[in-house]
């Protein structure tokens, strides 16, 4: 994500997963005309309404609304046939890829999905090449073929065990080729997809409003009728429509108070009443990235020194209340791979270690860094958490910290321009393999619109990796990467985050919502009749 990066937290049930699935009394999918849309909260606001432009958390919309090759029903955690009948490699070596798409395949206007409706939207990423955008998914691909109607065949340029995972992303959302230019992002507030749901209306930073698409033909079985997405600036502002009933699920952005009420921990309130909080281990994650381009960031000893410095502990206990947890490595626990690199090269917070590293340098004043922050796309403890990361540095003496913030949709622009010296990120997997937690960052061309040239890690371990179509025999070029990335200290894991859902307790489906990229899945939302 995301920046993926995409918000940050994932599920499992504090009240019983059966209690949830099993209750009496749910709705058929086809129920009443009247039945009124469930709304959904969230402090993840789209930045884009083109899938062209968008490596970031704008893809939690378009999992609804548009459509992809292959994506993920309930349950599965490798890519399975969506707008496709079936895709395979017809290779040994894993470069031709083909496609074949199910029949009668239409967008919400009317106009056919064929293959060459999928050709056009995968050209279009690649030549609008938004900098920052989800082209960097795409380094592998060297052309698309549609021979037939229904046939899409992609020719790789080197072998990509993982590109199937990158088809199922919802950057490769398919578009309408009459409704979206070759060549420039489509400008206004519409959308013509071929997803679960059409966008019946849709205000900047405000909400959506998702109707079923009559037109679909996919996996998804819709167990509502309608899906209202309102998007808030903060978590207070979330929790309380969410306690007066104004919206029934949040799935982005709860404060760690709000997660310790809800849970009911010892000395808080009980449980609310008529809410009910899901909650699971993540993969998601929270990162300084330096800009190598900034005099100060852009030295390895000033970085390491940070690195020395920052007590993910005390981030981790005193702003995120244990809702979270200190991670020592851009690969996140649970996935193949993950080492604890910054633990073991640094070991714990030492000042004096920091001083020394500074001192060979001949860096003996304080550094001066700013450090910038997004205000609204996070969660509320943001801004808290980079306060803390400013005490700890001027504390040591050794710094001299500035900080500054900007909303979301200003934010991504003025990071893909660089014009940050450090600023932070979240990200949300785009699929659960190591290698999504290494590629995108790496390369002339990532997600984080600074360029990060290490020849290594893409020059051989990550191509050695894609090789591998059993990718749990990759641990040892995943782990090589990450000591790399460890010494370098160009990104800076700070922690690994829980994802939490909290809804009314009417609401059903919740913990079965969201795939392996914590992407919400509006259509398993239901109402209960009764308990």
Not at 521 to 531: C, E, G, H, I, V
């Amino acid at each position: 994500m995301f920046n993926r990066k995409r918000g940050l937290r994932r599920v499992a049930a504090i009240v019983s997963i059966s209690a949830l699935v099993t209750g009496c009394g749910i709705l058929s999918p086809d129920g009443p005309e009247d039945e009124e849309p469930i709304v959904v909260g969230t402090t993840s606001a789209p930045s884009t309404l083109d899938p062209a432009a968008s490596w970031d958390g704008s893809w939690e919309l378009f999992r609804n609304i548009y459509q992809t090759l292959l994506s993920y029903p309930s349950g599965a955690t490798a890519p399975q046939p969506d707008a496709a009948e079936q895709c395979a490699f017809t290779d040994t070596s894993n470069r031709v890829y083909r496609c074949e798409l199910r029949e009668g395949l239409t967008f919400s206007n009317g106009d056919a999905l064929d293959a060459r409706a999928v050709k056009y939207s995968i050209d279009r990423i690649k030549d609008i090449d938004v900098n920052g955008g989800p082209a960097g998914l795409l380094g592998s691909l060297e052309r698309v073929q549609a021979p037939s109607e229904r046939e899409v065949v992609f020719h790789l340029n080197k072998p990509d065990a993982t590109f199937p995972f990158v088809l199922a992303t919802p950057a490769m959302s398919i578009v309408a080729p009459g409704d979206y230019p070759a060549d420039a992002l489509r400008e206004g507030s519409g959308v013509v997809g071929s997803g679960p749901y059409t966008l019946k209306s849709y205000e900047d930073g405000e909400r959506a409003e998702l109707v079923r698409n009559d037109r679909y033909k996919g996996f998804a079985e819709r167990q509502n009728k309608a899906v209202t997405v309102r998007y808030f600036k903060d978590s207070a502002g979330m929790v309380k429509a969410l306690r007066d009933g104004d919206i029934q699920v949040t799935y982005r952005g709860l404060a760690a108070d709000d997660v310790i009420t809800l849970q009911g921990k010892e000395g808080k309130e009980g449980k609310e009443e008529g809410l009910q909080l899901v909650e699971g281990t993540g993969t998601e994650i929270s990162y300084l990235v330096f800009n190598p381009e900034d005099p100060w960031a852009g030295r390895k000893e000033v970085r390491q020194a940070v690195a020395q410095v920052i007590d993910r502990t005390v981030i981790a206990h005193k702003i995120y209340q244990d809702t979270v947890d200190p991670l020592y490595s851009m690969v996140p626990k649970g996935l193949t791979g993950h080492t604890t690199g910054f633990f073991d090269d640094y070991g714990d917070p030492s000042i004096p270690k920091a001083r020394e590293i500074l001192r060979d340098a001949d860096i003996t004043e304080p550094v001066p860094l700013t450090l910038w922050y997004t205000t609204d796309r996070y969660g509320s403890e943001t801004a808290k958490e980079f306060e803390e990361i400013k005490r700890q540095l001027d504390a040591s003496g050794l710094f001299d910290v500035t900080l500054k913030s900007r909303p979301w949709k200003t934010y991504v622009a003025g990071y893909q321009k660089g014009e940050y010296p450090v600023f932070g990120r979240g990200w949300s997997p785009d699929f659960p393999d190591a290698e999504n937690f290494i590629a995108p960052f790496v390369g002339e061309q990532n997600a984080l619109g600074t360029p990060y040239l290490t020849p290594k890690i893409t020059g051989d371990l990550l191509p050695r990796s894609r090789r591998e179509s059993d990718r749990a025999n990759v641990e040892r070029e995943f782990e090589q990467a990450q000591q790399i990335m460890v010494n370098d200290a160009r990104l800076l894991p700070l922690w690994q985050g829980k994802q939490y859902v909290a809804a009314s307790t009417d609401i059903s489906g919740a913990e079965q919502a969201l795939d392996p990229s914590t992407i919400m899945m509006m259509w398993q939302l239901q109402r209960k009749t009764s308990w």
